[in-house]
């Protein structure tokens, strides 16, 4: 039978291996068709990448770069009052930064409207009877017409704002063009209207500019467009032509795909960079740059309120880029930048023109999304073939270092020469992948697990087999409530063991561990529940009545624990024969008495003798202790209870999930590696340090410890560890003086 169920596993293990790449691979090629289809969750993990570069080393400011902004701020404000100003006093900004040489004067205001402030504007508004009055005091120019003329012969650049309706107002092209390669107007951002100024005004500055921002789909501003489209024409960007007008240069210069020197192969793949002045710009194939950000610099900013009222000296103005525009967030001029939540949009134009003057920008290479997808497939299949060879820690430790060093290659790209690659869309497919792998190798060695199960669990204690073939009726489904003994042991750091040995060695050393046990607890006419891989679960009291069960359970732990020292004599000889390493292995044992359910429980087809219920969870959650207080054996309070006169040491006072009072639990003495004189000396220490911990007096409880352990020696050793460790985490704490030291312990 045994024979037979392992032949039937190295079947299910053969079709689980003949569909295991061609998964791999449908896997590989839907995450490739995510990534190509780019949906705004891929996108966005893309962009928080790349932002969380910025804020890891963001671009410094350089104050030496020529570069101001004329910022009418809230002082500004208060001394000129509320916006919009008189266009005189725009007139008179542009007054004085001309006298102090400015290389460029930008606007990125629109002045689409009259100057409502003006004389001949405020008598349209009127009553007839009192405009008649005034109109002989109109002079022979407006507030618009000083500042066109102020504006003329200066290099001033004012801004437009393109719009998607559908108007095309008559803009005066300040600008030239030339072209190399393909036409680049088809890459460009389209718009279809536009908001200009006042035809006086536009028409006597050297240069006009949009001073449009298009945020990504989260608000955020990354990439910023040199030119737009507006029909058939090309309009370039407020920065842009603040730049060309600086350098007093006519022309632009669009290289596109397909032009000398730049290899497209035919195809048209946008625009390669552009030329402004002296100032040769690569850009992405929409003509964007993608701005390496630096925090807002206070120091960038003039307020204008200095500069008019002479405050401001030559020095910080001439030869340099002047911006004029607000920082007030009640003028709705504020963005937001990988590193700014709120930014004055002006702000972000001169961080333009400083990243070009610098030629120090972020690039995200042709290349880069065939070169992800690559990493995609090529670690993607390297691990497929690689970590299910490997066992289930190695593999996910490999699962989890490629990520980290795709994130590591990622950053020293971007730290070092300014390159974008995505690293988080690549990590997260390949843990997905390290998750579906893992669970793979798991099961793997689960299979290898169940075989040891399979072929022990048609064994039952002798007295049950006798019952069934008496009453083949026991059968059926059912099952009655009654008290019994349950056991749970488990082998410790039973992985670790598991991954040293071939399944054939694992089966060897199951077989030579659970023989013995499952030999002592039949032998205290114990009905072994059943066999998980390196644990058992036995009961005592049914389905036949055991008088004294609890003393039977507890005589089995001893003499499980006792038996260990020789099966791990057994096993050293073995290890040192073959010359390898060897480990004790260790057991713990949880034993529990209260009413279960138990019977014959499964389906018509297939089902188990055993037991369940909320005593059956205690007993395990005993076992677990066991491994927190470095015992061989935990009882809980109503199995010692039941044992008068067996030797047990008190442990702990537990909290069971769901239960008010707490319970007791109990270390059985005849299993710790000490003899009874020993145990006579300790007890009593004992005792006093444990009413010393739970009247909180934690300086006796320490004082104590050390005593115990001196009696005690190795054998409890980590017992006495964790309570020092909760003494020390308990230190100061106001616990009220109900506490009684209970330890929580839940169940599931």
Same mark, same amino acid.
Request: glycine share 8%; proline share 5%.
């Given at each position: 039978?045994?024979?037979?169920?392992?032949?039937?596993?190295?079947?299910?293990?053969?079709?689980?291996?003949?569909?295991?790449?061609?998964?791999?691979? /449908?896997?590989?090629?839907?995450?490739?068709?995510?990534?190509? $289809?780019?949906?705004?969750?891929?996108?966005?993990?893309?962009?928080?990448? #790349?932002?969380?570069?910025?804020?890891?080393?963001?671009?410094?400011?350089?104050?030496? /770069?020529?570069?101001?902004? &004329? +910022?009418?701020?809230?002082?500004?404000?208060?001394?000129?009052?509320?916006?919009?100003?008189?266009?005189?006093?725009?007139?008179?900004?542009?007054?004085?930064?001309?006298?102090?040489?400015?290389?460029?004067?930008?606007?990125?205001?629109? %002045?689409?409207?009259?100057?409502?402030?003006?004389?001949?504007?405020?008598?349209?508004? =009127?009553?007839?009877?009192?405009?008649?009055?005034?109109?002989?005091?109109?002079?022979?120019?407006?507030?618009?017409?000083?500042?066109?003329?102020?504006?003329?012969?200066?290099?001033?650049?004012?801004?437009?704002?393109?719009?998607?309706?559908?108007?095309?107002?008559?803009?005066?092209?300040?600008?030239?063009?030339?072209?190399?390669? *393909?036409?680049?107007?088809? %890459?460009l951002p389209a718009f279809t209207g536009v908001e200009s100024n006042l035809p006086l005004l536009d028409e006597a500055v050297k240069a006009i500019g949009a001073m449009n921002l298009i945020p990504n789909r989260d608000g955020v501003v990354r990439q910023?467009?040199?030119?737009?489209?507006?029909?058939?024409?090309?309009?370039?960007?407020?920065?842009?032509?603040?730049?060309?007008?600086?350098?007093?240069?006519?022309?632009?210069?669009?290289?596109?795909?397909?032009?000398?020197?730049?290899?497209?192969?035919?195809?048209?793949?946008?625009?390669?960079?552009?030329?402004? $002045?002296?100032?040769?710009?690569?850009?992405?194939?929409?003509?964007?740059?993608?701005?390496?950000?630096?925090?807002?610099?206070?120091?960038?900013?003039?307020?204008?309120?200095?500069? /008019?009222?002479?405050?401001?000296?030559?020095?910080?103005?001439?030869?340099?880029?002047?911006?004029?525009?607000?920082?007030?967030?009640?003028? #709705?001029?504020?963005?937001?930048?990988?590193? +700014?939540?709120?930014?004055?949009?002006?702000?972000? *134009?001169?961080?333009?023109?400083?990243?070009?003057?610098?030629?120090?920008?972020?690039?995200?290479?042709?290349?880069?999304?065939?070169?992800?997808?690559?990493?995609?497939?090529?670690?993607?299949?390297? =691990?497929?073939?690689?970590?299910?060879?490997?066992?289930?820690?190695? !593999?996910?430790?490999?699962?989890?270092?490629?990520?980290?060093?795709?994130?590591?290659? $990622?950053?020293?790209?971007?730290?070092?020469?300014?390159?974008?690659?995505?690293?988080?869309?690549?990590?997260?497919?390949?843990?997905?992948?390290?998750?579906?792998?893992?669970?793979?190798?798991?099961?793997?060695?689960?299979?290898?697990?169940?075989?040891?199960?399979?072929?022990?669990?048609?064994?039952? !204690?002798?007295?049950?087999?006798?019952?069934? &073939? !008496?009453?083949?009726?026991?059968?059926?489904?059912?099952?009655?409530?009654?008290?019994?003994?349950? =056991?749970?042991?488990?082998?410790?750091?039973?992985?670790?063991?598991?991954? $040293?040995?071939?399944?054939?060695?694992?089966?060897l050393f199951i077989n030579e561990l659970m023989t013995p046990l499952s030999d002592i607890i039949l032998r205290e006419r114990g009905t072994i529940d059943k066999f998980m891989g390196d644990a058992i679960m036995a009961f005592w009291n049914a389905p036949?009545?055991?008088?004294?069960?609890?003393?039977?359970?507890?005589?089995?732990? &001893?003499?499980?624990?006792?038996?260990?020292?020789?099966?791990?004599?057994?096993?050293?000889?073995?290890?040192?024969? @073959?010359?390898?390493?060897?480990?004790?292995?260790?057991?713990?044992?949880?034993?529990?008495?209260?009413?279960?359910?138990?019977?014959?429980?499964?389906?018509?087809?297939?089902?188990?003798?055993?037991?369940?219920?909320?005593?059956?969870?205690?007993?395990?959650?005993?076992?677990?202790?066991?491994?927190?207080?470095?015992?061989? !054996?935990?009882?809980?309070?109503?199995?010692?209870?039941?044992?008068?006169?067996?030797?047990?040491?008190?442990?702990?006072?537990?909290?069971?999930?769901?239960?008010?009072?707490?319970?007791?639990?109990?270390?059985?003495?005849?299993? #710790?590696? #000490?003899?009874?004189?020993?145990?006579?000396?300790?007890?009593?220490?004992?005792? *006093?340090?444990?009413?010393?911990?739970?009247?909180?007096?934690?300086?006796?409880?320490?004082?104590?410890?050390?005593?115990?352990?001196? @009696?005690?020696?190795?054998? /409890?050793?980590?017992?006495?560890?964790?309570?020092?460790?909760?003494?020390?985490?308990?230190?100061?704490? +106001?616990?009220?003086?109900?506490?009684?030291?209970?330890?929580?312990?839940?169940?599931?």
């Open positions: 039978m045994v024979e037979d169920r392992h032949q039937d596993l190295q079947r299910l293990k053969t079709r689980i291996g003949r569909f295991y790449l061609p998964l791999i691979c /449908l896997f590989l090629v839907l995450a490739l068709v995510l990534r190509g $289809g780019d949906p705004f969750f891929v996108s966005a993990l893309r962009l928080i990448a #790349f932002d969380y570069y910025q804020r890891l080393a963001p671009q410094p400011y350089d104050p030496d /770069l020529p570069v101001r902004i &004329i +910022d009418i701020d809230s002082d500004s404000l208060a001394r000129f009052g509320q916006w919009p100003w008189p266009r005189t006093i725009i007139r008179d900004l542009v007054i004085e930064l001309s006298k102090r040489n400015a290389a460029a004067i930008a606007f990125d205001i629109l %002045f689409a409207e009259p100057d409502r402030t003006s004389l001949e504007q405020v008598i349209k508004r =009127m009553p007839p009877e009192q405009a008649g009055r005034l109109r002989d005091l109109v002079g022979s120019a407006t507030n618009d017409q000083l500042l066109a003329e102020a504006l003329k012969g200066t290099p001033s650049v004012l801004a437009l704002l393109l719009t998607n309706e559908t108007n095309t107002p008559d803009i005066a092209q300040k600008a030239g063009f030339a072209f190399a390669g *393909d036409d680049p107007k088809p %890459f910023v467009p040199l030119f737009f489209r507006l029909g058939d024409r090309i309009i370039p960007s407020l920065a842009a032509e603040a730049l060309r007008v600086a350098q007093g240069a006519s022309t632009y210069v669009i290289k596109s795909s397909n032009a000398s020197g730049e290899t497209a192969f035919g195809q048209q793949t946008g625009i390669n960079r552009v030329r402004i $002045g002296e100032m040769d710009i690569p850009t992405d194939a929409k003509g964007q740059l993608t701005l390496k950000f630096r925090p807002t610099a206070p120091d960038i900013y003039i307020s204008a309120w200095k500069l /008019l009222a002479g405050e401001v000296s030559e020095n910080q103005i001439a030869g340099k880029i002047i911006l004029i525009g607000t920082s007030m967030p009640s003028l #709705f001029d504020l963005r937001a930048t990988p590193l +700014d939540p709120v930014i004055a949009g002006v702000e972000i *134009d001169a961080q333009i023109i400083e990243n070009i003057l610098k030629q120090n920008r972020l690039s995200r290479p042709d290349y880069a999304d065939a070169a992800e997808k690559s990493i995609i497939v090529v670690l993607g299949l390297l =691990m497929a073939l690689t970590m299910w060879r490997l066992s289930p820690s190695l !593999a996910a430790g490999l699962g989890a270092l490629v990520p980290a060093i795709l994130m590591l290659g $990622g950053w020293i790209l971007y730290r070092y020469w300014d390159l974008l690659f995505d690293p988080l869309y690549p990590s997260l497919v390949l843990l997905l992948l390290t998750a579906g792998i893992t669970f793979y190798i798991y099961r793997q060695v689960e299979t290898q697990r169940s075989e040891v199960r399979s072929a022990f669990s048609r064994y039952l !204690a002798p007295a049950v087999v006798e019952e069934i &073939i !008496a009453s083949p009726a026991k059968l059926a489904l059912g099952g009655e409530v009654r008290e019994l003994t349950l =056991m749970f042991c488990d082998v410790r750091d039973f992985t670790s063991i598991s991954e $040293g040995l071939t399944a054939s060695e694992l089966t036949l009545d055991v008088d004294d069960h609890a003393r039977r359970a507890c005589s089995s732990a &001893i003499e499980m624990a006792s038996t260990m020292a020789g099966l791990n004599r057994g096993w050293q000889d073995k290890a040192r024969a @073959t010359g390898r390493s060897f480990s004790p292995v260790r057991i713990g044992i949880g034993i529990n008495t209260g009413e279960c359910c138990v019977g014959n429980l499964g389906s018509k087809q297939r089902f188990d003798y055993s037991a369940i219920g909320d005593e059956v969870n205690v007993t395990s959650r005993l076992e677990g202790l066991t491994k927190l207080y470095g015992l061989p !054996a935990v009882a809980g309070e109503l199995t010692v209870n039941r044992c008068p006169g067996l030797a047990v040491i008190e442990i702990d006072l537990i909290r069971v999930k769901g239960r008010v009072r707490p319970v007791r639990i109990f270390g059985l003495a005849d299993s #710790f590696d #000490f003899d009874k004189l020993a145990l006579a000396r300790l007890l009593p220490l004992h005792q *006093d340090f444990l009413r010393a911990y739970r009247t909180q007096k934690w300086d006796e409880s320490e004082m104590l410890i050390a005593q115990c352990r001196k @009696t005690a020696g190795e054998a /409890l050793e980590t017992y006495y560890a964790v309570f020092e460790r909760r003494i020390q985490a308990l230190r100061g704490t +106001d616990l009220g003086p109900d506490w009684d030291g209970v330890y929580a312990m839940t169940t599931k």
